[in-house]
């Protein structure tokens, strides 16, 4: 067993340190810069859905997945570039937008991530639809009438980087902190000293995961974009908690057994796991979607 969470820590960590060099191999300037290129699509003119689905991926999307961006999200960083988005098939279907993964990670919600500043409308949505339908057309497209591409606030390397470890970290605190209230729970019932040396032990190492959770949280959010304020303010509440039950804790064992704080100890962490199964719950959604519990 431990070999098996060796290995997948390893390997998380392989996938992890993969993605960081990953660079699509085509950065070339998209669409709007190139007047010459636009005036081509222009003259190819079919008909006129690109201009809206354009729009829509300047606005929504270009800020994650185009060369604008240092580090394109997901290695798909040409969504401004309409030519090859229609010609590769890999994100598009021509004509079928149920086939094509660009409509369907917005149909199911996925797409801009859940938790990001920016949400699209119903008008919005079937924009893109309509593009697909209409056999996803390069063109036309006049940059003239264009929304101005937002601003990318393009983040330090050193953030990416820290941020990426957050859905690995949170893991520890949720096992760890879990674990702690179940030794203290069994101490009740048992009154082996043993549970309560085990509480303790887990309580530190999962105060610890928890603290990095949420400093890696923090940097995750910055990276991608994300609001997700109450999930936020929620894991620092949880480390809070945590770091105020361990110096309970620690008082708990030291003092004699009329001084000891226990019953604020057992309070601290029930509130602690209570805060940490809501901010749990909350990052969960964002990342799955409400429906991983069938809806
Ligand atoms: C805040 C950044 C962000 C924004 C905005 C965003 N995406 Fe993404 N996108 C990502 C990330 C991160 C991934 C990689 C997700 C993964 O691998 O699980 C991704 C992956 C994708 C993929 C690839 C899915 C696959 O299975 O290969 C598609 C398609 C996609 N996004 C489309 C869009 C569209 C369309 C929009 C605009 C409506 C959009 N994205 C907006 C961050 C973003």
């Known amino acids: 067993m431990r070999r098996l969470l060796a290995t997948a820590a390893l390997l998380l960590l392989l996938v992890s340190l993969t993605g960081m060099q990953a660079r699509p191999d085509d950065v070339a300037a998209n669409a709007p810069e190139d007047s010459d290129r636009a005036a081509a699509l222009n003259a190819v003119a079919i008909t006129g859905t690109a201009q809206d689905a354009y729009a829509v991926f300047a606005e929504t999307c270009s800020a994650c997945h185009s060369?604008?961006?240092?580090?394109?999200?997901?290695?798909?960083?040409?969504?401004?570039d309409l030519h090859r988005l229609s010609r590769a098939g890999e994100y598009v279907v021509r004509g079928q937008p149920d086939k094509s993964s660009l409509w369907t990670v917005i149909a199911d919600g996925s797409m801009p991530p859940p938790g990001y500043e920016a949400a699209l409308s119903d008008a919005e949505r079937s924009a893109v639809r309509t593009w697909i339908e209409d056999g996803a057309p390069p063109g036309p497209i006049d940059p003239?009438?264009?929304?101005?591409?937002?601003?990318?606030?393009?983040?330090?390397?050193?953030v990416h980087w820290g941020g990426q470890w957050h859905p690995l970290v949170i893991h520890f605190p949720i096992g760890l902190l879990l674990a702690a209230a179940l030794a203290e729970i069994l101490f009740v019932l048992r009154r082996d000293d043993r549970y309560r040396a085990a509480a303790e032990f887990?309580?530190?190492?999962?105060?610890?995961?928890?603290?990095?959770?949420?400093?890696?949280?923090?940097?995750?959010?910055?990276?991608l974009g994300y609001a997700l304020t109450?999930?936020?303010?929620?894991?620092?509440?949880?480390?809070?908690?945590?770091?105020?039950?361990?110096?309970?804790?620690?008082?708990v064992r030291r003092l004699p057994p009329d001084d000891a704080p226990i019953l604020g100890y057992r309070l601290a962490l029930a509130a602690t796991i209570g805060l940490l199964v809501v901010t749990s719950h909350l990052g969960g959604i964002a990342t799955w979607g409400a429906s991983i519990f069938g809806g």
Do not use: M, N, Y
């Open 230 to 251: 109450t999930h936020r303010w929620l894991g620092i509440a949880t480390s809070l908690f945590a770091l105020a039950t361990c110096q309970l804790a620690v008082r």
């Open 144 to 158: 003239s009438v264009l929304p101005p591409l937002p601003a990318i606030e393009e983040t330090s390397a050193l």
């Open 202 to 223: 887990c309580l530190l190492v999962g105060t610890v995961g928890s603290c990095g959770a949420a400093l890696s949280g923090w940097l995750f959010a910055a990276d």
């Open 67 to 80: 060369a604008r961006s240092e580090r394109p999200k997901g290695d798909f960083g040409f969504i401004l």
